[in-house]
């Protein structure tokens, strides 16, 4: 399969307004196309506005999760009806990993892609000194193809005047949109921005965010898109299949859990799951299942909500002491937990762990994590996988064990290890890709069948 025509939005570093842009351009584009949208990097968040601006999943390109053809597979299987791929990036176009390497950063999944490059400079107060940024980042990777500059946060028309000359006429390169500065933003909470529930909100947001990218050339914009050359991907599914009709797995979807990477959730329907979706902060009970998969997301924001659903948190109590599968990433652990203590209240939970989880003002920084599956562990044993965490809330008593996983990079809950087991229960601050791990769906299944 050929790749779509493809851009990447990237950024002269953090805060720039690359979400905002990406977003508006994306609902923009998708009148009349079908937009398939992309993040780099280990993120929940800026992927949900993807989704609603163009009414597909988002996928993450991961390159420290995935290996060059896993990552090109996953493009080409999800793009491959798509008429144009837009790929926002992480942090600074060139930031990554380490200090001097690619791995991780949106330059290497645009050499990966070899898709043009967009670039968004916050050109406050700048106008001659936003060209040598430009020119900065044209001349550091000269194999990266800076093929426009979007000018964000400008003063004025006078301003956007000489911005716009310095840049096109000291670095030969176009500016295909200007953005004048103005106050709002997108509303945030701890973990970044906030979560879109979807509904009229979304699509006010959405008619905003539209309104805000006016200026750019969007016709410039898919232009530029199509020159990127042709190549060959395969389009075929990225997940092994295993025979294990009939396994239900309950997955709760609401405002408290989230945080779900679509393939983890493609993964355990191509191992032969049926996912039961449902809503436990309104109020919906556990539905019958042979296990529960919890994603993480802002259970301690709607804490008295899920404390009010003892339907719930005691089906997961019960679950979990008949011995079936009840695995928790993050949010999920938390609510696993004997309680929840944040902002002031204590909330009880499931109880399936004698610790709180605990919020607490200093954050585990979004990191991303190495860690190898102990002996103990009833899911992943001996299996070396990479994963991402980022979480407020810490657990009090830290559990004495068994642990399913210790860490070689990361924090995990305490003394380097992560993945606190009871029974088949299994809770845990990584989050982990079903494509970085290809036995994460068959092995969650098989887990599952025999509990």
Not at 24 to 46: A, E, N, T
Not at 147 to 158: K, S
Not at 260 to 266: A, D, G, I, V
Not at 335 to 345: K, L, T
Request: hydrophobic share 40%; glycine share 12%; charged share 25%.
């Amino acid at each position: 399969m050929t790749a779509p025509p493809r851009v990447v939005i990237a950024g002269s570093g953090s805060g720039v307004g690359k979400t905002v842009i990406t977003t508006g351009l994306m609902s923009r584009l998708s009148k009349g196309r079908k937009v398939q949208g992309y993040k780099v990097g280990p993120d929940f968040i800026d992927p949900m506005y993807h989704t609603a601006a163009t009414g597909r999943p988002s996928r993450n390109l991961d390159s420290y999760f995935m290996e060059r053809g896993a990552l090109l597979n996953l493009f080409g299987w999800s793009s491959r009806d798509a008429d144009l791929a837009v790929v926002e990036g992480v942090r600074g176009l060139y930031d990554g990993l380490t200090s001097t390497g690619d791995t991780g950063s949106t330059a290497e999944i645009a050499k990966f892609l070899q898709a043009p490059v967009i670039l968004v400079v916050n050109a406050r107060s700048l106008a001659k000194s936003a060209a040598a940024h430009v020119l900065g980042f044209k001349m550091l990777d000269r194999t990266v193809n800076i093929a426009g500059v979007i000018l964000n946060n400008v003063g004025g028309e006078r301003h956007r005047q000489k911005a716009v000359e310095a840049v096109e006429s000291l670095t030969g390169t176009e500016i295909v949109g200007t953005i004048e500065r103005r106050r709002e933003s997108l509303p945030e909470r701890h973990l970044g921005l906030m979560t879109l529930d979807g509904g009229q909100d979304a699509r006010a947001l959405l008619r905003d965010l539209e309104d805000l990218v006016a200026e750019i050339d969007v016709e410039r914009i898919l232009e530029i898109a199509g020159s990127a050359p042709e190549i060959e991907l395969d389009k075929g599914s990225p997940y092994p299949n295993y025979d294990a009709q009939g396994v239900k797995v309950a997955v709760p979807r609401d405002r408290s859990f989230c945080f779900y990477y679509p393939e983890n959730l493609e993964s355990l329907e191509a191992a032969g799951a049926k996912l039961v979706f449902f809503r436990p902060t309104e109020g919906e009970r556990l539905p019958d299942c042979d296990a529960v998969y919890m994603g993480g997301g802002y259970p301690e924001v709607h804490a008295e909500l899920l404390e009010g659903n003892s339907d719930f948190l005691e089906g997961l109590r019960q679950m979990s002491e008949q011995g079936a599968l009840v695995y928790g990433e993050c949010g999920g652990l938390m609510v696993m937990c004997r309680s929840i203590d944040a902002f002031g209240r204590l909330n009880r939970m499931a109880g399936i762990f004698d610790a709180r989880a605990v919020l607490t003002r200093d954050r585990q920084g979004l990191a991303y994590v190495r860690a190898r599956g102990t002996a103990d562990n009833f899911i992943f044993p001996g299996l070396d996988l990479r994963a991402h965490e980022f979480h407020y809330s810490r657990l009090e008593p830290i559990p004495s064990g068994p642990y399913g996983f210790s860490i070689q990079r990361g924090t995990g809950i305490g003394h380097s290890m992560d993945g606190i087991m009871v029974r088949r229960s299994m809770g845990t601050y990584m989050h982990q890709h079903a494509l970085a791990n290809p036995s994460w769906g068959r092995a969650l299944v098989r887990s599952a069948s025999r509990s």
